[in-house]
């Protein structure tokens, strides 16, 4: 297959060049997949098969309207996949607008169990010496990969401030930052050029870093899914 990625971040200019070639497979992220169809240069109207991946995420990251325009810009005879961890009211608002009326809503069950050999901690403190709590931690566990997890991108920006004043060597990702910048900062935090990585968990997810030895939640995540 010849399969195409589309995202901001990236030159749109080789996208759409590669767009005129031909692709089967487009995989994209709603912001760009819009421009493309505005600019005339990706036609959706004749899909075989359309894949809404994350489909709660998206929900969380403000794409709703996005998808619904995406989903009127297809044909109505293709065939549809919603993958999605939850099914809030708008994901099955969506299926059943956009999705045929014999449409399968398959569960999988799962046990979601962390790693037998992951150490688990945690520590009660409360907001005005949650960094000094931190930075204890770091120093006692000297450890040379870590990440640490925000809830928001702020979050992520202030702590990020916070540990550079102290003269922690870390840098953070999140969904603001060019995907360009993530992919160099996530190669340089792979090379050991700095050892702590701040980050969201949407920005973290799909990530693969071997030998991370140290994995902070600066805040405990409102979803048990997300901890694991």
């Given at each position: ?23 089967d497979v487009v995989v994209g992220t709603p912001g760009r997949v819009m421009d493309l169809i505005k600019r005339g240069r990706l036609n ?30 297809t044909n109505k005879d293709k065939q549809v996949l919603m993958l999605s961890a939850t099914m809030p009211k708008q994901i099955k608002l ?135």
């Amino acid at each position: 297959f010849n399969i195409l990625a589309v995202y901001g971040g990236s030159s749109i200019e080789d996208q759409m060049r590669v767009l005129r070639r031909g692709a089967d497979v487009v995989v994209g992220t709603p912001g760009r997949v819009m421009d493309l169809i505005k600019r005339g240069r990706l036609n959706i109207e004749s899909l075989e098969m359309f894949v809404l991946d994350e489909a709660d995420e998206m929900l969380d990251m403000g794409f709703y309207e996005d998808m619904e325009s995406i989903f009127k810009a297809t044909n109505k005879d293709k065939q549809v996949l919603m993958l999605s961890a939850t099914m809030p009211k708008q994901i099955k608002l969506l299926a059943k607008n956009y999705m045929k009326d014999n449409f399968d809503h398959i569960i999988i069950e799962s046990n979601s169990k962390t790693n037998k050999n992951v150490k688990q901690f945690y520590y009660i403190t409360n907001e005005k010496s949650r960094v000094e709590v931190l930075c204890r931690i770091l120093d006692i566990k000297n450890s040379k990969r870590t990440i640490i997890f925000c809830q928001t991108k702020k979050e992520c920006d202030e702590l990020l401030m916070d540990l550079s004043v102290r003269g922690y060597n870390a840098e953070a990702m999140h969904g603001d930052i060019l995907q360009a910048m993530r992919i160099k900062t996530l190669d340089r935090f792979k090379q050991g050029a700095f050892n702590f990585l701040i980050a969201t968990d949407v920005a973290a997810r799909g990530i693969h870093v071997d030998d991370i030895e140290l994995v902070i939640n600066y805040k405990l995540p409102q979803e048990f899914e997300t901890y694991i």
